[in-house]
């Protein structure tokens, strides 16, 4: 079955950076848009970042662009999320999640498969 696992999270300082991982199995990684979201307590889910199948094209939320840098590995079945500058108000539980062809979308619920999640906890 597909599995989506997420690692890097942790405590950090404001101004510190993390950088989170996401191992995909049992899928044909290369044909999935990877996402990033993330979910503070209270609130929504939201679109961090995207990127396309092939790495060409990236999407960034505005309160992530030019913080925060998605990458991906299609030979290591491998999805980054580099977060420099961190603020207290990016943490949250991140998660990756995958969406089968097409383009980068922020909107959740057209993404087929989800992580768990890591915690990014930003003191200040």
Do not use: H
């Not at 420099?84 to 993404?111: H, Q, W």
């Amino acid at each position: 079955q597909v599995q989506l696992v997420e690692s890097g999270g942790g405590l950090v300082q404001a101004g510190d950076s993390l950088r989170l991982s996401c191992a995909a199995s049992g899928l044909t990684f290369s044909s999935y848009v990877m996402g990033w979201f993330r979910q503070a307590p209270g609130k929504e889910r939201e679109f961090v970042a995207g990127i396309s199948r092939s790495g060409s094209s990236t999407v960034y939320s505005n309160s992530v662009k030019g913080r925060f840098t998605i990458s991906r590995d299609n030979a290591k079945n491998a999805v980054y999320l580099q977060l420099n500058s961190l603020k207290p108000e990016d943490t949250a539980d991140y998660y990756c999640a995958a969406k089968n062809f097409g383009i980068v979308i922020m909107r959740a619920n057209d993404y087929d498969y989800w992580g768990q999640g890591t915690q990014v906890t930003v003191s200040s």
